[in-house]
């Protein structure tokens, strides 16, 4: 049973580039939420999706955007790149339970 | 606002002795408590899910338990051994439409063989 997968691993940008994150839930999971960790701190919520709608939103600019698929995958997207959005993103997918799993994240460098 | 510590953030043990760490939430309405444990660089496993009405979960030499009336978890490591080395993160989830996982910095633990 494949858990949650994102991709890319890594990725380097420059600052005021545009940037897009993937992920893939857990099977038989239909919730897939988004999260920025900067270095040394805890993760911080940044938006969840239910049934290809954003249901819940953090505290994050409308440069951070989503999208979930018909078969529950999920996006991020952020625009205008600042040096601040550097940072590990994790996925989490979870379902009814709402017992949350995450993936292994991806490592975002902004230059 | 849900806030939550963790204390102490860093914490050094000899191999073979138990570890106690301590996470505290200011806002009991919580749905559920999540303890993780991340390994540099890594993604977030998980550990034990208490839900709110429980008091306590155990697996293997994990125990955790809840307190919600006071705001506080504890999870218990026993007997450590170096391959525990990691940093242990706690989150709550907030009731009803609040989905969110709030979580604190972490402890980072370290086992001396």
């Known amino acids: 049973d494949a858990g949650v997968t994102q991709s890319p691993t890594h990725l380097i940008k420059t600052r005021g580039q545009q940037v897009t994150l993937r992920c893939s839930p857990k099977s038989g999971h239909d919730t897939v939420s988004w999260y920025q960790q900067a270095l040394g701190q805890g993760p911080q919520f940044i938006f969840q999706?239910?049934?290809?709608?954003?249901?819940q939103r953090g505290n994050f600019p409308d440069r951070f955007s989503g999208h979930q698929f018909p078969n529950y995958s999920s996006e991020l997207n952020v625009n205008a790149l600042l040096l601040g959005d550097s940072a590990l993103y994790l996925c989490?997918?979870?379902?009814?339970?709402?017992?949350?799993?995450f993936g292994p994240g991806t490592r975002l460098t902004v230059t | 606002k849900q806030e939550v510590t963790q204390i102490p953030a860093a914490l050094s043990v000899p191999e073979g002795e138990n570890l106690v760490l301590n996470c505290s939430f200011t806002d009991s309405a919580i749905y559920n408590l999540q303890w993780f444990r991340q390994d540099p660089g890594k993604g977030l496993t998980s550990l034990l899910l208490i839900q709110s009405s429980q008091r306590e979960q155990t697996s293997g030499r994990l125990n955790a338990s809840l307190d919600k009336s006071s705001g506080r978890s504890t999870l218990y490591i026993a007997a450590s051994q170096p391959g525990d080395s990691a940093t242990y993160l706690c989150?709550?989830?907030?009731?009803?439409?609040?989905?969110?996982?709030?979580f604190g910095a972490g402890t980072t633990v370290t086992v001396r063989a």
């Open positions: 989490a997918s979870s379902s009814m339970v709402r017992e949350q799993y």
């Open positions: 989150a709550v989830e907030g009731r009803g439409n609040d989905y969110k996982l709030s």
């Open positions: 999706y239910y049934e290809e709608e954003e249901r």
